[in-house]
């Protein structure tokens, strides 16, 4: 036995493989409770040469000795030795003495597993042809079958020569419609040609190797169960290679129906292509066509509408008689939310009404005229007898979100057990301001109150943690990290790591002393002020855990949005008073600035109990409270390119009797100087910083606007997530807040644009929108090619669609202003491009909200001639402007 451990630790393979050569089942099971030993001592190893060479040795010998079909498949695939398995060759000889059936088992058993255990295809199908056992349709044998067929090249052979000759290939290719997410593999090896995937099966199918109609019902049935994109494109591209006849077609109307109404996109256009092509042939009934119309009409995507409208124009030029089948399908058309397509479904309507003859598919076209703008309802009493316009029926009414509450914070844990629970939750990633505010003084509490108990209660949470670890091999020594961390943290995660590990003693006293005292030895970025205040905070905290343990934070917030209420400070500084306890610097400052002072009656009443202490803090807090809060500083604006940054003057208010860590906050806010680096990595770090300050979110907002700008020029992506916590957040909403919002909303990527709509609606329902401020800045921002209007029309028409039309309308009048006067002479900019669905949207808002007046060189548009998008959109907004609806 020591002879082949030996060989095994050693790495020998073939030797240790030699060694179990010929021996019974009996004497192989004897080695493994040496082997799993070893398994064991090799995965607490550091991953270096000596384990290294190991493994392989190791996987080949376990495979050997491991005699039970289930025990061997285990140990095979064990994720611990994927990085150092045994070649397949090797492990197909050392298994090749077994019984079919033991075979068979294991080959199931391994094809059985997901495919990210890594079970290399080649072993799978070496079994497969050792056990003669059926070929397995798994996941893993799938996709390793795709991927090796696929990659696999030899001189003058292609992917076609390699399937036709594959024993399974019928099989196989079956499992392959069975199989999620395949479209990458099937993608990779080419586009088109004989190493395509697709071109390969169209082949096959069409030279009778693989059934063709088997194939092709395979292939729709796999389009109707949908997926991701990339497998709905690879299998689309397989039907149009198929090149169905028109007798194939016909018998898949209902599938292409089916489609049509729930396929993505791509998909969709397809299957109503050939519907189209059949209706246009006659071979589709109005019945099935009238089917198709309420599908495609129903769905969002302009694009399919509008073919689907024009699709129906030409069937009815062609036969009349269809018109009292299909025609009421329109009506979908009468309620989508663009005022074009509902123009164009009415002008049908107007044009074939005649041809109806059913007063009843008349009378549901009229119900459904309700539906449409008031400029196109009018339209629509003369053609359906519709009900007239009333002026009661044309009053218009703003729909807004309701504006967002904020959320009282729970007590602390009372127990350390149920705190250490949420430490866990916090440190998965689960967390808010909310709940780190929570966590944080639940350390201090606790650790006031039994700092061995909270200690304990934290060892299963942390034991994982590397700072945790105290075996001999670990080389990195958690006070040195500490020591050389006093930079700002780049995400509340390393703040907490510091907490933790300072209550669980990695942390000499000496160390949290000095990141105490310098708590911010970094290079300086544009958040430099924020994340000072907030690390000063932490690493105070962290020192006086161990030092002089505070009884509880004062300045805790009352408030999901950071908050704290005057009269909850006050009683915290009396309880503080009457157990004689040491108030920490960092957290009074923070306290101050987060006690809410909006509130004068409130403020002033608080303020009298804070004298009436008779401690210096109060003293300082009943001074603060009945102070007036100063004005936003001056501002100034600068062009960097196509970039707009803001720059901020001095408040003198937040410097003033404050630590050095916090008198940054006040200081002036530039866009020069070492602002380029910055190791702010984590986004949940901004909503930190807003409940910094949660009644002047313009201080926070100026230092925001050049990662907000990045969204919009440099495509970046989860800036703009802050957006909503912004809006929600107290102070003026000035020029910095409307800044960031515009930029948001010109954001390259959709879910950074939805959060600035979020923020547009949430401000909006505030009362606190300027929405002549955020309009200037967005025709500022398009002008100087920052916002690309076609991203800024998909977020204004995302805000439209919710029911703010007259907000979005008073925002885009004064982009538009802008906009068109860029128009006037001979030359048109680059920069209009889009400009007509701007437009668009702009008199859909005007004509739902009834908006009126004049706007700017909106009149020499509409004079231009020509029928372009551009020119009609112009002509279209200034007749909703200056026309009363008729009644």
């Known amino acids: 036995m020591s002879s082949l451990m030996d060989a095994v630790r050693a790495g020998r393979t073939a030797e240790a493989v030699g060694l179990l050569d010929g021996l019974t089942d009996t004497e192989r099971r004897a080695f493994v409770p040496e082997l799993k030993e070893l398994r064991k001592e090799l995965r607490k190893a550091?991953?270096?040469?000596?384990?290294?060479?190991?493994?392989?040795?190791?996987?080949?010998?376990?495979?050997?000795?491991?005699?039970?079909?289930?025990?061997?498949?285990?140990?095979?695939?064990?994720?611990?030795?994927?990085?150092?398995?045994?070649?397949?060759?090797?492990?197909?000889?050392?298994?090749?003495?077994?019984?079919?059936?033991?075979?068979?088992?294991?080959?199931?058993?391994?094809?059985?597993?997901?495919?990210?255990?890594?079970?290399?295809?080649?072993?799978?199908?070496?079994?497969?042809?050792?056990?003669?056992?059926?070929?397995?349709?798994?996941?893993?044998?799938?996709?390793?079958?795709?991927?090796?067929?696929?990659?696999?090249?030899?001189?003058?052979?292609?992917?076609?020569?390699?399937?036709?000759?594959?024993?399974?290939?019928?099989?196989?290719?079956?499992?392959?419609?069975?199989?999620?997410?395949?479209?990458?593999?099937?993608?990779?090896?080419?586009?088109?040609?004989?190493?395509?995937?697709?071109?390969?099966?169209?082949?096959?199918?069409?030279?009778?190797?693989?059934?063709?109609?088997?194939?092709?019902?395979?292939?729709?049935?796999?389009?109707?169960?949908?997926?991701?994109?990339?497998?709905?494109?690879?299998?689309?591209?397989?039907?149009?290679?198929?090149?169905?006849?028109?007798?194939?077609?016909?018998?898949?109307?209902?599938?292409?129906?089916?489609?049509?109404?729930?396929?993505?996109?791509?998909?969709?256009?397809?299957?109503?292509?050939?519907?189209?092509?059949?209706?246009?042939?006659?071979?589709?009934?109005?019945?099935?066509?009238?089917?198709?119309?309420?599908?495609?009409?129903?769905?969002?995507?302009?694009?399919?509408?509008?073919?689907?409208?024009?699709?129906?124009?030409?069937?009815?030029?062609?036969d009349a008689s269809a018109a009292a089948e299909v025609l009421p399908a329109l009506a979908q058309a009468f309620g989508h939310e663009d005022a074009e397509v509902q123009e164009r479904a009415l002008k049908l309507v107007e044009r074939h009404a005649k041809k109806i003859g059913s007063p009843d598919a008349l009378a549901e076209l009229a119900a459904a005229a309700d539906q449409l703008v008031p400029a196109l309802r009018?339209?629509?009493?003369?053609?359906?007898?519709?009900?007239?316009?009333?002026?009661?029926?044309?009053?218009?009414?703003?729909?807004?979100?309701?504006?967002?509450?904020?959320?009282?914070?729970?007590?602390?844990?009372?127990?350390?057990v149920e705190l250490a629970e949420e430490v866990g939750v916090l440190l998965a990633g689960a967390g808010d301001v909310t709940a780190f505010e929570r966590v944080l003084d639940g350390l201090v509490r606790h650790a006031h109150r039994d700092h061995a108990s909270l200690a304990e209660a934290l060892g299963p949470v942390v034991a994982r943690r590397w700072w945790e670890r105290t075996d001999a091999e670990s080389t990195r020594r958690p006070d040195d990290y500490f020591k050389g961390s006093h930079h700002s943290f780049g995400s509340t995660e390393s703040a907490l790591e510091l907490l933790l590990a300072t209550v669980r003693g990695k942390v000499l006293t000496a160390t949290l002393h000095d990141g105490a005292r310098h708590s911010h030895r970094s290079?300086?970025?544009?958040?430099?002020?924020?994340?000072?205040?907030?690390?000063?905070?932490?690493?105070?905290?962290?020192?006086?855990?161990?030092?002089?343990?505070?009884?509880?934070?004062?300045?805790?917030?009352?408030?999901?949005?950071?908050?704290?209420?005057?009269?909850?400070?006050?009683?915290?500084?009396?309880?503080?008073?009457?157990?004689?306890?040491?108030?920490?610097?960092?957290?009074?400052?923070q306290a101050l600035l987060r006690v809410r002072r909006g509130d004068r009656a409130a403020a002033a009443a608080a303020a009298e109990r804070a004298e009436a202490l008779g401690t210096a803090e109060g003293t300082r807090l009943a001074r603060w409270l009945m102070s007036d809060s100063p004005a936003l500083p001056l501002s100034k604006r600068r062009a960097f390119g196509p970039r707009v940054l803001l720059e901020f003057g001095e408040l003198l208010d937040v410097q003033d009797e404050f630590p050095e860590q916090f008198r940054t906050l006040g200081r002036p806010v530039t866009v020069y100087g070492d602002h380029w680096y910055c190791y702010h990595w984590s986004r949940d770090m901004q909503r930190h910083w807003l409940a910094i300050l949660p009644e002047r979110r313009e201080l926070v907002a100026a230092r925001l606007v050049r990662d907000l700008s990045a969204v919009a020029l440099d495509d970046t992506r989860g800036a703009a997530a802050v957006l909503p916590s912004l809006a929600e957040s107290d102070g003026a909403a000035g020029e910095a807040t409307h800044l960031c919002v515009a930029y948001g909303l010109g954001a390259r990527h959709p879910e950074d644009r939805l959060a600035a709509v979020d923020a547009l609606l949430v401000l909006a329902a505030r009362g606190q929108l300027d929405v002549a401020r955020l309009g200037t800045d967005l025709g500022e921002l398009v002008r100087s090619g920052a916002v690309k209007p076609s991203r800024l029309t998909e977020?204004?028409?995302?805000?439209?669609?919710?029911?703010?039309?007259?907000?979005?309308?008073?925002?885009?009048?004064?982009?538009?202003?802008?906009?068109?006067?860029?128009?006037?002479?001979?030359?048109?900019?680059?920069?209009?491009?889009?400009?007509?669905?701007?437009?668009?949207?702009?008199?859909?808002?005007?004509?739902?909200?009834?908006?009126?007046?004049?706007?700017?060189?909106?009149?020499?548009?509409?004079?231009?001639?020509?029928?372009?998008?551009?020119?009609?959109?112009?002509?279209?907004?200034?007749?909703?402007?200056?026309?009363?609806?008729?009644?």
């Not at 009661?392 to 729909?399: D, G, I, K, M, Q």
């Not at 209420?565 to 957290?587: F, I, K, M, N, W």
């Not at 907000?807 to 920069?831: F, Q, S, V, Y």
């Open 378 to 416: 009018a339209r629509a009493v003369k053609t359906l007898g519709a009900a007239p316009v009333t002026a009661a029926s044309t009053v218009y009414e703003e729909l807004l979100p309701p504006a967002p509450e904020p959320v009282r914070l729970s007590p602390t844990p009372e127990s350390a």
């Open 46 to 318: 550091p991953w270096e040469v000596k384990s290294r060479r190991a493994y392989p040795a190791l996987h080949a010998a376990g495979a050997a000795c491991e005699t039970g079909a289930a025990a061997a498949a285990t140990w095979i695939a064990a994720s611990d030795m994927r990085w150092g398995q045994s070649s397949p060759a090797l492990l197909i000889d050392i298994l090749g003495d077994r019984d079919t059936d033991w075979l068979a088992d294991v080959t199931h058993r391994l094809a059985g597993r997901p495919a990210s255990s890594s079970v290399p295809y080649e072993l799978m199908a070496g079994l497969v042809r050792l056990s003669g056992c059926p070929v397995p349709t798994t996941d893993a044998y799938v996709r390793g079958w795709v991927e090796h067929v696929g990659h696999l090249w030899q001189r003058g052979d292609t992917l076609l020569d390699r399937l036709r000759k594959d024993p399974h290939l019928a099989e196989l290719v079956a499992a392959v419609f069975e199989t999620e997410d395949i479209g990458s593999p099937l993608e990779w090896a080419s586009a088109e040609g004989p190493n395509s995937w697709v071109d390969a099966l169209a082949q096959l199918s069409a030279e009778g190797t693989l059934d063709r109609r088997r194939t092709v019902d395979a292939c729709v049935a796999r389009l109707l169960r949908g997926g991701t994109t990339l497998d709905n494109r690879v299998f689309l591209r397989l039907l149009k290679a198929l090149a169905l006849t028109r007798e194939e077609q016909r018998e898949r109307i209902a599938d292409w129906l089916a489609l049509a109404s729930d396929g993505v996109s791509m998909v969709a256009s397809h299957a109503q292509a050939v519907l189209g092509s059949l209706a246009l042939d006659g071979e589709l009934t109005p019945r099935r066509l009238a089917e198709l119309s309420d599908a495609v009409l129903f769905r969002s995507e302009k694009k399919l509408v509008r073919a689907q409208l024009v699709l129906l124009g030409k069937v009815l030029a062609r």
């Open 523 to 589: 290079r300086e970025c544009g958040h430099s002020a924020l994340s000072r205040a907030f690390d000063a905070r932490v690493w105070e905290v962290a020192y006086r855990l161990r030092a002089e343990p505070l009884p509880f934070l004062l300045s805790t917030p009352s408030w999901s949005t950071g908050l704290l209420e005057p009269d909850e400070l006050v009683g915290r500084l009396d309880t503080y008073r009457q157990l004689g306890a040491r108030v920490s610097a960092a957290d009074f400052a």
């Open 795 to 887: 977020s204004v028409r995302t805000g439209a669609a919710t029911g703010a039309n007259a907000t979005i309308w008073g925002i885009l009048r004064h982009t538009l202003a802008a906009l068109l006067a860029d128009l006037d002479g001979e030359a048109r900019p680059a920069r209009t491009r889009g400009l007509g669905d701007l437009l668009g949207v702009a008199a859909e808002c005007a004509e739902r909200s009834g908006a009126r007046g004049e706007l700017p060189h909106l009149a020499q548009t509409a004079a231009r001639s020509g029928s372009s998008r551009l020119v009609t959109q112009a002509r279209r907004l200034r007749s909703a402007l200056v026309e009363e609806v008729a009644a």
